[in-house]
């Protein structure tokens, strides 16, 4: 039986536990599998949680007839016994059937963010550019909550489909008439409802659509607090999200206008079905042809019927918002990766030179190598390239949304065309993945690696550190393999002391979540000696003393060298302080190199180097370095294990 958690292989070597991303439907029948048979013990107590209701009515009649008209009280009393031992049972079941439907929905709600998760490890830094990250987090919160209640409402509907069938058998045995008359009430309350269940289903569609992008503005705005504070920003953007906010507002109101609808036409049924059955049930008691306890016993059906009525009508619903969530689950999970395993993969050669073809690079190895370029993003995309993280594109972030404005038939086609360029998206991933990526170790090419180990020998850390609740220790050293010299060693590294003077509790001390209660000098030094830490074979690093001040950046400049000594470092910067103790500069002009040497040789020979460099160099007289930075020991009193023990 599936428990809680749900133990989720997606996206791993296991190709058969992957979610079924057909369509909206296989996707919810894929959820239903997952429960395995928790879902079927669901069912199964419900069944017997209803009991009373199913045979309640009949029992009642049965007393009635042979107790009180049949003036035996020994009959009178055996049925009320039955009836109570009965009623006894159910009200058990009933609070073992809430624990398995509860099981049921937490099972559904956090496998569906399992998968999520997976997916977004699986793609990394792909997904949100294909993806808006508010889409991503509406999947993983409200639509894995729509997913359980689908889920809880499946388990009540099968139950009550039994039920309901028992209940007409019951009544047809009392009377033919009035069975016939159970038996064509549920389907007569699906054909009334299902004209509105269109609209209800657009409506909800666009509220979950105005929603995913509320929450991207979110998202944003929190993102960002920090620099729309400095420009002034924070009404234009509050403003914004109050527009949507109150387009949400409308959507879900007009939603909820259509689910009233629905619902009203099923109370409106039910209560005709019920007069109905009063009416047929009393004259076929006038004529002789029912008793007063088997009348009594049809208008306690008549009653109890009124909730599986209320439950197709509420499965109506639910479904409605399962698919509207499944087809953007979809768009999410259908994503596939766009790096394919080798087909004859080769290692890495250790201490072999690097070399980018597009940009005609060449990494000694070994040495501490920085780039300079007037645009930034050319020394940005270089990083990306030497890490094998795919460029940006333009055009690669899916559409999961629908123009509010279409319907019917066009939205079926605009959906069957996106459905189309997904899948033609893919097939240039996979081609693109199939070529050589231009960057060789030696003379192996990079696309020619398992990623994974290339995500071992190199370690790209760029300009947007990325840092999460937590321990210090845990963000310094997330596998828990550090020594306490070697965490001493990064601290010292990166000139981080204040960054560990700032968290109560030293190594032990709490994070807020992305290092909110850090400077962004801080949180950047953070990073850099969370890179200097893993020591790696080759470590690419991207301006990683812009947010840090002169004095610091010296101090960082001047101990990073000793820090990776033997080791390949990769350095995009154009600050001086850091160039002055690079073992070789390299000029980066429209993508390509057009110059390599020492600083001081570039900075008097080369115009064009000095033209990007001198900007800084007034920044760069500062004070010598202070006199620990000849050995990475810290003056600092840490609570901190043994000197052997792992940090």
């Known amino acids: 039986m599936q428990d809680f958690p749900p133990e989720i292989r997606a996206y791993s070597a296991r190709d058969d536990a992957a979610p079924d991303t057909r369509s909206p439907r296989h996707f919810l029948w894929w959820m239903i599998r997952l429960e395995g048979t928790l879902a079927l013990a669901g069912v199964g107590i419900a069944l017997v949680w209803m009991l009373p209701q199913v045979l309640g009515p009949w029992l009642v009649g049965r007393a009635i007839d042979d107790g009180i008209v049949g003036g035996d009280s020994g009959a009178f009393l055996q049925w009320v016994l039955v009836l109570l031992a009965i009623t006894v049972v159910g009200g058990l079941s009933g609070t073992v059937y809430h624990t398995v439907i509860v099981r049921e929905w937490l099972v559904a709600l956090y496998g569906t963010t399992k998968l999520v998760t997976r997916k977004t490890l699986q793609l990394g830094h792909i997904l949100p550019r294909r993806t808006p990250t508010g889409e991503v987090l509406s999947v993983s919160g409200s639509d894995s909550d729509q997913f359980g209640g689908f889920i809880e409402i499946v388990t009540r509907a099968l139950s009550e489909v039994v039920a309901f069938l028992c209940v007409a058998a019951i009544v047809l045995t009392i009377s033919p008439t009035m069975g016939v008359l159970v038996l064509l009430s549920a389907p007569l309350l699906v054909l009334c409802g299902m004209p509105l269940l269109r609209p209800m289903q657009r409506w909800q569609g666009i509220e979950r659509s105005r929603n995913s992008e509320l929450t991207s503005q979110a998202t944003d705005i929190v993102g960002g607090l920090r620099i ?7 009404n234009t953007f509050g403003g914004n999200y109050a527009r949507q906010s109150q387009r949400v507002r409308q959507s879900g109101v007009s939603a909820g206008s259509w689910q009233a609808a629905v619902e009203a036409v099923g109370v409106l049924l039910s209560g005709i079905f019920v007069v109905a059955l009063m009416w047929v049930g009393v004259r076929e ?34 479904m409605t918002r399962a698919v509207v969530s499944a087809r953007k689950a979809i768009a999410v999970l259908e994503q596939r990766p766009p790096w394919l395993p080798p087909t004859a993969p080769q290692t890495l050669p250790h201490d072999a030179p690097i070399t980018d073809d597009a940009s005609g690079l060449v990494v000694t190895p070994g040495l501490l190598t920085m780039v300079v370029s007037g645009v930034p993003d050319d020394s940005a995309a270089l990083a990306d390239r030497l890490g094998r993280y795919l460029p940006e594109e333009q055009d690669a972030r899916i559409a999961l949304e629908l123009p509010e404005d279409l319907k019917g038939r066009a939205a079926r086609r605009e959906r069957a065309r996106r459905v189309i360029a997904r899948a033609e998206q893919a097939v240039r991933d996979e081609e693109r993945a199939r070529q050589a990526w231009g960057v060789r170790v030696g003379d192996v090419d990079l696309g020619a690696v398992e990623l994974p180990e290339v995500r071992s020998h190199i370690l790209v850390s760029d300009t947007s550190p990325h840092l999460f609740a937590g321990t210090l220790r845990s963000a310094v050293d997330p596998h828990g393999r550090l020594s306490r010299e070697a965490a001493e060693a990064a601290l010292w590294a990166a000139s981080a002391d204040d960054v560990f ?48 001040d002169a004095h610091t950046e010296a101090r960082i400049a001047a101990r990073l060298g000793r820090a990776r000594q033997g080791r390949t470092t990769v350095v995009m910067t154009a600050s001086p302080l850091l160039l002055h103790h690079a073992d070789e500069v390299v000029l980066l002009q429209d993508g390509q190199v057009t110059a390599r040497g020492t600083h001081t040789d570039l ?17 760069a007289t500062i004070d010598p370095p202070e006199p620990d930075d000849t050995h990475p020991e810290t003056h600092r009193q840490m609570t901190r294990p043994a000197p052997q023990e792992v940090l």
């Open 285 to 318: 008691v006038i004529n002789g042809q029912l008793s007063v306890g088997q009348l009594i016993s049809i208008l306690g059906y008549g009653l109890f019927l009124i909730q599986p009525m209320r439950t197709f009508v509420e499965f109506a619903q639910k």
């Open 501 to 548: 003077d700032a968290v109560p509790g030293g190594w032990a001390g709490e994070l807020d979540e992305r290092g909110r209660g850090l400077s962004g000098g801080q949180r950047q030094r953070l990073v850099l000696m969370r890179a200097l830490a893993a020591d790696p074979e080759v470590l690419v690093l991207v301006e990683p003393t812009s947010a840090v």
């Open 228 to 234: 729309l504070r400095g420009i002034g920003g924070e």
């Open 603 to 619: 900075l008097a020979e080369h115009s064009a180097y000095r033209s990007v460099v001198v900007r800084g160099e007034e920044s």
